[in-house]
């Protein structure tokens, strides 16, 4: 039985991937520097820091690691506030897990104070019983402890609760620490759905519109 859910955010509930593939060539765009396309890509298993980092060494940018991480915000938060839009079926299974008591948080790589924003707008934020951003927390998800923060957020244990994710390397870190996994199809990860598939309990190219079965026993 699900006694707790765990959501990534950027491409899993939202559609935000598109708008992070842009996010590092439209803040050196601000700066007066051009940048090779595909550069985006290069930053998908990263933290906000840890790109910041990295485009500041390849770009010998004479600012501060938060001063990048900032700027870079500053080029995705618009996009968070007005327009990006939840992934197809997101509500109303956040919705169905709601109405079943069953008690939900977000684990991402993002910032939180980008998070908010979009999920206040899209009348989802108070679903979530905590939120554990890298940006905010200093962690990544390569390691277990967000979401082990997390269950014990929700009362519940690993065997227990279930981690919604589109991205492999946290599939495998969640697994490992004995959750229960579902892959989330996305455009930015679609080379590595097989994968996905194969790693995660379930896999689905949207979300259903009831707690499947396999969830409830």
């Given at each position: 039985?699900?006694k707790?859910a ?7 509930l939202l559609?935000?991937?598109p708008?992070?593939?842009e996010?590092a ?6 700066l ?12 998908f298993e990263?933290?906000?820091p ?10 010998g940018?004479d600012?501060t690691?938060n001063?990048v991480v900032?700027g870079i915000?500053?080029?995705?938060y618009t996009g968070y506030?007005e ?7 997101a509500?109303?299974?956040l919705?169905?897990?709601?109405e079943a008591g069953v008690?939900m948080?977000v ?7 980008l998070?908010?924003?979009a ?5 989802i ?5 905590q939120?554990f ?5 200093g962690m990544h998800k390569?390691e277990?402890t967000m979401?082990?923060?997390?269950a014990?957020?929700?009362?519940s244990?690993?065997?227990?609760a279930?981690?919604?994710e589109?991205?492999?390397?946290a599939?495998?870190?969640a ?5 229960h996994?579902v892959?989330?199809a996305d455009d ?5 759905s097989d ?6 309990e ?9 707690i499947?079965?396999f969830m409830?026993?």
């Open positions: 039985m699900i707790g765990i959501f990534d955010c950027d491409g899993t559609d935000t991937m708008l992070w593939r996010a060539g439209k803040y050196l765009t601000t007066g520097i051009e940048v090779e396309k595909g550069l985006g890509a290069q930053f990263m933290t906000l840890e790109s910041a980092r990295l485009v500041r060494q390849r770009f940018l600012l690691v001063e900032n915000k500053d080029a995705v506030l327009d990006v839009q939840l992934k197809p079926g509500r109303g299974f919705e169905v897990l709601s008690p948080t684990v991402s790589s993002g910032s939180e104070g998070i908010r924003p999920f206040r707008r899209l009348g934020e108070e679903m979530f019983a939120y951003a890298s940006s905010e927390t390569r277990p979401f082990l923060q997390a014990e957020a929700m009362g244990v690993p065997e227990d279930w981690v919604f589109d991205a492999v390397y599939v495998r870190v697994n490992a620490a004995g959750f996994t892959g989330i930015a990860s679609l080379g590595e994968v996905l598939a194969r790693e995660a379930a896999y689905w190219e949207e979300f259903p519109a009831a499947p079965d409830l026993q």
